[in-house]
């Protein structure tokens, strides 16, 4: 007697392979530029539903360009080697923006540890290094956004910046590795005070220092000594230099600033995810 011949497969059936079949695993080397594209797209989709931030973020730079800048312009106080002041100060203005969205980025990862996603991601393969790489560049993507933002703020109030395209890819990439950094010291922070209100106080604390302590507002030259000596270890005085080197075509140190800044940046991720698993308890 002859066996039933089998029964056709039916769309239905195969829909259903495919759903239970798992998908194939990226090795070790694609793991960490697919994690890094999925956070930053989350946060390019966290952006597109609500551009407040976006539009609430722009008013602050575009008061120090107005009213800082073009005060400062007419009374010729600080020393800008022949620039007008205004620009001198652009860069150092698109440099801050970026830093304040970056330097309260920790207060992102503790609520997500507060609504639970943060200890369902430490479960999946994803090494904490990714995940800290991908948060970290993330906050770039959003930095790079606001920092376009004051660039065309600072065009439209008369500002003489460079369009040449290599250039603005050097501003985007040192703004990128500076936002790494600051997002990092974020998370770092994050992962030693564990709480929102904590990482407020101590954010509020080290973003003056910080600012006022680089060449965003004069030359390192007119500082005390020191003041000097805070603003050689200030990864943000690095960010400015090669910022305004770039857009405005003043002497810097491209090399050695490029360098402090990624060196900066590997050393942050480094840090902040040694104290992951601590802020995930």
């Not at 722009?58 to 008061?63: D, G, I």
């Not at 990862?109 to 560049?137: H, M």
């Not at 990092?184 to 992962?191: H, R």
């Not at 910080?210 to 060449?215: A, I, Q, R, V």
């Amino acid at each position: 007697m002859s066996a039933a011949p089998a029964a056709p497969r039916t769309a239905s059936a195969d829909r259903t392979d495919l759903l239970l079949t798992p998908p194939v695993p990226r090795a070790g080397w694609r793991l960490l530029p697919a994690r890094v594209a999925a956070l930053c797209a989350v946060e390019l989709q966290k952006l597109r539903h609500d551009r407040t931030e976006l539009y609430t973020r722009a008013v602050q730079p575009a008061l120090w360009l107005l009213i800082f800048g073009q005060t400062f312009t007419r009374i010729r106080a600080i020393p800008t080697g022949g620039v007008p002041y205004v620009d001198y100060l652009a860069p150092g203005i698109i440099a801050q923006s970026a830093m304040f969205i970056a330097i309260f980025y920790g207060i992102q990862i503790i609520w997500e540890r507060d609504a639970g996603i943060l200890n369902k991601l430490l479960v999946t393969p994803t090494p904490r290094s990714a995940l800290i790489t991908g948060k970290a560049f993330a906050a770039g993507v959003k930095s790079l956004i606001q920092a376009v933002v004051v660039i065309v703020i600072a065009a439209l109030l008369g500002v003489a910046l460079t369009w040449n395209p290599l250039k603005l890819l050097g501003v985007a990439a040192a703004v990128v590795l500076a936002a790494v950094f600051f997002s990092c010291l974020s998370m770092t922070i994050a992962g030693i005070v564990l709480s929102r209100d904590r990482l407020m106080g101590f954010g509020q604390a080290i973003t003056m220092p910080l600012f006022f302590g680089s060449n965003a507002l004069y030359p390192v030259s007119v500082m005390p000594g020191w003041l000097q000596a805070v603003s050689k270890v200030n990864p943000l005085s690095y960010q400015v230099d090669a910022l305004r080197g770039l857009l405005l075509g003043t002497p810097a140190h491209l090399g050695s600033d490029f360098a402090v800044l990624a060196v900066a940046a590997a050393l942050g991720v480094a840090a902040a995810s040694s104290l992951l698993g601590r802020l995930a308890r």
